[in-house]
């Protein structure tokens, strides 16, 4: 359903993708891995419209949505949460999640129960009335989580959604998905360092290094690539975990 078709995009002199290709399934799970500054944040950031790309194509649904503004893409469905968490700080929990409903406007809800149910489900219900920065991390992960998820995405795209959380969150944010699956069936891309993570949540993987693509497949075929063990796997960058960063303001 979501095709990325030689993608590249540079700044500058910096090649940050360069011409990458994979599709991701209806209601796959997708890995998107690889070492720092491979470019994976820059490859979400061109499917959900924050960047422009430089060459390629990536369509949804064999419809062409590079050329589309973000809100528009946000509105077909593709919707996604930031490594630096970008959340309104001055407004509550609540405010923030219906913030992202906006998108919804004009659009048929089949679903209008699936907030209320997400809220529940990622231990939420308690905060609602409070601001963003006064939550644990954790939280404020599962927050954004819960914000994309109110534009009842088809596709969505987490990038380091385990970051910064301890064992026992991992673990729940695993099981989460799970339960994100059979309640509201959609395609995810899953930016991760946990390699455990991804391995026992993913049902495809894409690897990039250095902005270009190194494999795209299925896991056991990813983990027995000799190119990807020598660029990553061999690193131990899965044990690598981001420090929180702070609650940003979102620009837009
Ligand atoms: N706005 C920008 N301007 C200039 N260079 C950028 C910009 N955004 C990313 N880059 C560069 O593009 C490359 C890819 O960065 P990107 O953030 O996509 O990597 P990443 O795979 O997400 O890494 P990490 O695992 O550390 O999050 C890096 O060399 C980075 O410095
Ligand atoms: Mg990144």
Redesign the pocket.
């Known amino acids: 359903m979501l095709t990325i078709r030689g993608v590249s995009?540079n700044?500058?002199g910096?090649q940050?993708?360069d011409s990458v290709s994979f599709t991701v399934g209806d209601n796959e799970i997708h890995g998107l891995i690889?070492?720092?500054?491979?470019?994976?944040?820059?490859?979400?950031?061109l499917i959900s419209g924050l960047?422009t790309i430089s060459a390629g194509e990536i369509e949804l649904d064999g419809q062409p949505v590079h050329r589309l503004p973000a809100e528009q893409r946000a509105r077909l469905g593709i919707a996604r949460t930031f490594?630096n968490l970008r959340l309104f700080r001055n407004l509550s929990v609540r405010r923030n999640i219906e913030v992202a409903e906006i998108h919804m406007r004009g659009r048929r809800d089949a679903d209008p129960d699936l907030v209320e149910d997400a809220i529940a489900r990622f231990c939420l219900s308690g905060v609602l009335d409070d601001t963003p920065d006064s939550l644990p991390y954790g939280q404020m992960r599962r927050l954004e989580i819960v914000r994309a998820l109110a534009l009842r995405p088809r596709v969505l795209m987490l990038?380091?959604p385990a970051a910064g959380m301890n064992h026992a969150e991992t673990d729940q944010l695993f099981e989460n998905l799970t339960w994100l699956r059979q309640r509201h069936p959609c395609s995810i891309v899953l930016?991760e360092?946990d390699l455990k993570f991804i391995m026992s949540a993913c049902e495809k993987l894409t690897v990039?290094n250095m902005?270009r693509l190194l494999a795209t497949g299925e896991p056991a075929e990813i983990t027995s690539n000799q190119e990807v063990i020598k660029a990553y796997l061999g690193q131990g960058h899965h044990t690598d975990r981001?420090t929180p960063d702070e609650v940003e303001h979102i620009g837009t």
């Open positions: 995009k700044f500058g910096v940050a993708v690889g070492p720092n500054g491979a470019g994976k944040t820059t490859m979400l950031n960047l490594q990038d380091e930016i360092h990039m902005g981001s």
